[in-house]
């Protein structure tokens, strides 16, 4: 039994810390069963055989699915609004270029989009990182301090009660790994320093948080 | 893979996360092709990952929707992968058939990042014109490499130079590539031809090691052929060629 779609749960009249502007996705992202031929809902994975053919109304349906997540989670870990949007943009140009490249016995189409969402993301940070780089001692000290208002400022603005619910039921440290490797766009090394944690550590516990939630949130592939 | 089991599966959360670093991540993926079980793990992870993206959606900006449909206009759509998995599963006289298309592509692949760079530095609406002919050239190319009639043929030219070419009806494209070309005299260049019943017809320039699409349609051409020509090209041959290449039925 699959949980239902993400959407199904987004109601912004309960989310009184969502933060200003937040407006939920207009159309669902079929998360529930990610093969072909399974369930009937993997209505994105038809839209993207047509979007792989040059079919530009097609991608007009994935565009309306696919922007608010991809737009989120970039803005998420950019941070900066005008260069989010910008990236944002380059990824969605980047679904139509790639269509024909995306495989769905390697997961639902909205699983394929936010990895390249967030990746494009991470390289987005990391390479302005990198350009600084004899300041990211100072960068990970600085994150010491901030992660227990960056974990208050992820719970908070979650649009879903799920992932809400499911995030809390990690332990501190889990839930501090995950959120900052995918919400910060650190790496483990950077969430090890930030925490102060043995790399070792931190490895298993970004393990153990992720099987919690996947567990939680009742994923399959 | 010099990691150990544990230390791979510790990895495939930090991998779905995008929490390794370049390095890491390319020696994990190398490892993903041999290891069923952490493809399965990964695959999980990324779906869960994937819902942490979606929960934090926003609505994008309102203009952003006509932009991107504007620039899709001048993006061209790559190829499928061909997959490497794929390749290895079958038969042997095909990857024998392959095998020089296969090294190419490798290559290719190489040098299509390289294209993907230049590409990302701009945005959607200002791709830059280099960079959207060089990475349309990519696409024809792997589109010759991964088309299922491809032809190749090998050859070596007057000058010394290690040359093949694919052909392929279906994608009416042929691909020409180099190694070891001694640079062309001042004001010279060589130039390619597609024979047709005997006839040559100008098939493009190239003057320094790599790989060319021809131009015209190697569908019915017998022949591939190089000479040296003057700078720009000529309408027809004007000197011996250094190699002509017979192109298999």
Known sequence: MHAPPLDDRLRPSSAPFAMAGAVPMSQPIPFAAGRPGGSGRNDLGEVMQLVARGDKDAFSVLYDALAPMVFGIVLKVVRDRAQSEEVAQEVMIDLWRQAARYRSDAGSVATWASMIAHRRAVDRVRSAQASAHREQAQAAREHTTAFDEVAERV???????????????????????????????????????????PLPTIKTRMRDGLIRLRDCMGVTT | MTHHASDTHTLAAAYALDALDHDERQAFEDHLRTCEACREETAEFKATSARLAAAVAQKPPAQAKAQVMAAIDAVRQLPPHVAPAAAARTRAGWLQRRAVPLALAAGIAAAALGGVAVWQT?????????????QQ????????????DARTVHGRAANGAMTTVVASDRQNKAIFTASN????????TYQLWLSHDGTMRPAGLIDHDGTVVLTGTPAGAGAVGL????????PEPSTTPLLLMTLPA
């Open chain 2, 227 to 234: 000479t040296l020509e003057p700078a720009g090209g000529s």
């Open chain 1, 155 to 197: 719970e908070t603005r979650l649009d879903s009660e799920q992932v809400r619910r499911c995030l809390k039921g990690l332990t501190e440290v889990q839930r501090q790994a995950v959120t900052l490797a995918y919400y910060q766009g650190l790496t483990y090394r950077e969430v090890a320093e930030a925490l102060q944690t």
């Open chain 2, 181 to 188: 070309l001694p640079a062309p005299a001042a004001g010279k």
């Open chain 2, 137 to 148: 050239q990519l696409d024809a190319v792997s589109a010759v490499l991964a088309a299922p």
């Open chain 2, 122 to 134: 701009h945005n959607g609406q200002e791709l830059n014109q280099d960079a959207r002919e060089a």
